[in-house]
């Protein structure tokens, strides 16, 4: 076969090929290892010796000018298929972006967190107790001894007969008061357990508990520092009230009412038209207390409190039910968001 006519077959069949892949296809078949023009080459022993020289340059040339055209028609048909990619893949800027969903902090991590951040303005340290304590420090150190009826108050889930699940974050009270010398000032948060369960109730909640003990320390220094509680945490305008109550370890013991923040005291559904929420307990802290836990009574004197962090949340959020709290519907939750 004359060569040129070779040169023009490759030419026209690199030509008419679609895409990379069929290039490379033309090029196998005519430079590849069995391809035509390598077997030309090959064919060379049997050509007349005093030809052979002609020959072979006439076959390197052609060669030559092949692998030329397909390196150019690569080139090419690189380019071609960059275009369509390219083109394919236009960003429609004026699409919606996909929506990605958020985290939010829960209700309760909230308001626990707001009530740190506000005490801790006041000077408290965080404690953390244990959540499984022992009956000492759950009720007798904190002046219940077991035949006391206030432990009915508490309805308690006993995993020993001398370990429990905590009641109340003020077990934390006496562990402090065993590890440091006044002054005191700590808020203990955590998770409480009660055998309880209605709309306003929860057999696991949370509380946050409170301890000053100083010098001199009085009744009005936790209702000022209350007041001022009530304000940073619901309103500005918000006020305090302290009714009689009665806890073992306190003496005076109080309940602390806010002025609704729903109708701004003037009675409603939420407040069942008094005017005023119950928020915490809280109290003196009661010199039997203060003696269980080697603090000399009549040098020091102290207050107490003890809040749901739940009733919290329930109250600044409008939250009806306590249940929503635990259940982690994230429709609820969603609407956390800052
Ligand atoms: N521990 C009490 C309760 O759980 C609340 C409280 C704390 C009362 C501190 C007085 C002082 O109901």
């Known amino acids: 076969m004359d060569d040129f006519d070779l040169l023009q077959e490759a030419t026209q069949e690199a030509e008419a090929a679609e895409d990379s892949r069929a290039l490379y296809e033309v090029k196998m078949k005519f430079l590849g290892r069995t391809g035509k023009v390598t077997a030309l080459l090959k064919g060379m022993k049997e050509i007349a010796q005093e030809s052979r020289p002609a020959f072979g340059k006439k076959v390197n040339a052609l060669r030559e000018a092949l692998e030329e055209k397909f390196a150019s028609l690569e080139e090419k048909i690189k380019q071609r298929e960059l275009e369509k990619k390219l083109a394919g893949e236009n960003i429609d800027v004026t699409m919606p972006g996909r929506h990605t969903k958020q985290g939010a902090l829960h209700p309760v991590t909230r308001v626990k967190d707001r009530l740190i951040d506000l005490f801790s303005g006041m000077g408290f340290e965080v404690f953390e107790g244990p959540e499984i304590e022992s009956e000492y420090y759950n009720f007798t150190a904190l002046n219940t001894p077991a035949d006391h009826p206030a432990r009915d108050m508490q309805d308690t889930f006993y995993l020993t007969e001398e370990f429990l699940l905590r009641t109340q974050t003020s077990a934390g009270q006496i562990r402090v008061m065993e590890q440091k010398k006044p002054p005191i000032k700590i808020l203990s948060p955590g998770r409480v357990f009660r055998s309880d369960d209605d709309a306003t109730h929860s057999p696991m909640f949370h509380q946050m508990e409170g301890l000053v003990v100083d010098k001199h320390i009085t009744l009005c220094d936790l209702q000022g520092m209350l007041d001022e509680f009530a304000k940073k945490m619901f309103s500005e305008t ?15 013991s109080v309940e602390v009412d806010v002025s609704c923040a729903a109708c701004g005291g003037k ?44 009733r919290i949340a329930m109250l600044k959020y409008g939250i009806n039910n306590i249940k929503l709290l635990t259940e982690n519907d994230t429709r609820f939750l969603e609407q956390f968001k800052d």
């Open 238 to 252: 918000s006020k305090t009230r302290l009714r009689p109550s009665y806890f073992p370890f306190t003496e005076p």
């Open 267 to 310: 009675g409603c559904s939420l407040c069942k038209g008094t005017g005023w929420i119950e928020v915490l307990g809280a109290g003196m802290v009661n010199r039997r207390v203060l003696e269980n836990c080697g603090v000399d009574p009549d040098e020091y004197s102290g207050f107490a409190f003890g809040m749901g962090i739940e």
